[in-house]
């Protein structure tokens, strides 16, 4: 990811997606505007879940499967560290 522009919680983000799915790549490499479904990262369903999971833990909130918003909430690292911003307990 590069330093400019991004946020404590994107870069905070970041190495928790890193971490939870064992990704081969830095911190500085997550490009905070590209999607995290499908490409470049390759993610899938799964990893959304995985990712949802680790947020819950991690912030004190679920981001629910079924949510309405999840297209939207998990669109970029971007729309997450928003969505994570807006809603943590932690």
């Not at 994107?10 to 939870?20: C, G, N, Q």
């Not at 004190?60 to 994570?84: K, M, P, Q, Y």
């Amino acid at each position: 990811m590069n330093s400019d522009g991004a946020t404590p919680v994107e870069r905070e983000l970041a190495t928790l997606i890193i971490a939870a799915l064992r990704l081969p790549i830095s911190v500085d490499d997550f490009d905070a505007a590209a999607p995290l479904y499908g490409e470049p990262l390759g993610l899938d369903s799964i990893d959304m879940l995985e990712i949802a999971l680790a947020v819950s833990k991690r912030y004190g909130f679920e981001i629910r499967s079924e949510e309405v918003e999840n297209e939207r909430i998990f669109a970029s690292l971007r729309d997450l560290a928003r969505h994570v911003e807006a809603h943590r307990t932690v």
